[in-house]
């Protein structure tokens, strides 16, 4: 009698936390294709995404140019194979690696990739944990920086004139 009541309550579990781990998945970078004419769209769509204002913009320079020597890699493949079933195990465990890479890269330097950490507020020791983009801190970072280099050019001018 039990066993009746908890079956399909297991089962609507598992099929839950599955599909929870799929949408976790399809938020991740994927740069994956199995033709030569979907990998040309992804590597396009990639690059436009490292630039300015993408969601990849974040890449750094020596990033980038691994990223596009690993597209450029992985395109070559595709043109001497057309697909990845024409492809021998040599060239499919390079395809796979060069993706593993650029993928890995762009995870880490994902704009909308989220950042958790553990803050004490002020007037406060309790510990609160606030969660930003990475685009965010970036933001952040950067407006930050400015304002430093804004009051070292201030001090410099004042400390010139007397």
């Not at 799929?22 to 990639?46: G, L, R, S």
């Not at 803050?119 to 304002?147: E, F, L, W």
């Amino acid at each position: 009698m039990k066993l009746k009541f908890w079956s399909p309550l297991m089962a609507a579990t598992v099929i839950l936390l599955h599909v929870a781990s799929v949408q976790a998945k399809e938020a991740k970078p994927d740069v994956k294709a199995n033709t030569k004419d979907q990998f040309a769209a992804v590597a396009d769509h990639v690059r436009q995404q490292m630039g300015p204002g993408g969601r990849f913009e974040f890449v750094d320079k020596t990033e980038h140019e691994k990223v596009d020597g690993d597209l450029a890699n992985m395109q070559s493949l595709y043109d001497k194979f057309g697909t990845v079933d024409a492809m021998d195990q040599a060239s499919k465990v390079e395809l796979y690696n060069n993706q593993s890479e650029v993928n890995a890269i762009l995870t880490r330097r994902d704009a909308d990739r989220e950042i958790c950490e553990q803050v004490k507020p002020m007037g406060s020791n309790i510990p609160k944990t606030v969660c930003r983009t990475n685009r965010q801190v970036q933001q952040d970072n950067d407006a930050a920086h400015r304002y430093m280099q804004d009051i070292q050019q201030v001090q410099t001018q004042k400390g010139g004139r007397g």
